[in-house]
């Protein structure tokens, strides 16, 4: 039996979140399914994991421990999976931005490499992550990042890859750093973004 030390809590909301987006994939929470709280309560996750679901937690950002800080993180990590999903778009959302029909859209996606970067819920529809569309157009080379980014690439690290900053990513003239999106969008030669996504 694991100790009451070697468990910390948070929110079933964070954890149906992390389980959806497959942060926190085989954690147990410790309560039966018949006696699980509401969604705005609590349940306790044990600390002892396996070896995978440390890797994805600590992939994630999580550090796995028994101390606040750790339940501090695991929280942070749901709420960075939570934003992803709101700012995501439909399948209809899409095709209403790209002037496209329903049926482009899921051929876009479908086809391989995909023309569109998408995810799915469990039990729910194919989302898309907003870094990928510009006004009403998809983010140039596009189809070129999908291309090469790692086949189980995580949606997480995509997004994280796409809009954070990178130190190898600098303008020239002001010396600032900025993210590969941003890079792409401004019209900057493709090729360092192809060179950092190998390191996704």
């Not at 079933?12 to 039966?32: M, N, T």
């Not at 796409?162 to 900025?178: P, T, V």
Request: hydrophobic fraction near 40%.
């Amino acid at each position: 039996m694991v100790s009451e030390s070697k468990y910390f809590t948070i929110s079933v909301a964070d954890y149906e979140i992390l389980e959806d987006l497959g942060v926190f994939y085989g954690a147990s929470g410790q309560c039966p399914e018949s006696e699980c709280p509401r969604r705005n309560s609590y349940v306790r996750i044990s600390s002892q994991l396996s070896a995978e679901e440390r890797k994805t937690l600590v992939s994630g950002g999580a550090v796995i421990d028994d101390t606040p800080q750790s339940q501090e993180a695991v929280t942070a990590l749901a709420n960075e999976c939570r934003g992803l999903i709101n700012a995501s778009l439909s399948p209809e959302s899409v095709a209403s931005l790209l002037h496209i029909s329903a049926e482009m859209i899921s051929l876009m996606t479908t086809q391989r490499p995909p023309a569109l970067h998408s995810f799915r819920l469990k039990n729910s529809q194919t989302l898309y992550p907003a870094w990928q569309f510009s006004t009403s157009e998809t983010i140039p080379q596009l189809r070129k990042i999908l291309s090469q980014a790692p086949a189980d690439a995580h949606v997480l690290s995509m997004s994280r890859f796409m809009m954070e900053k990178n130190r190898d990513l600098e303008i020239s003239d002001s010396g600032q750093q900025i993210s590969p999106r941003d890079w792409l969008v401004a019209g900057y030669d493709p090729e360092p973004v192809m060179v950092i996504l190998f390191d996704l």
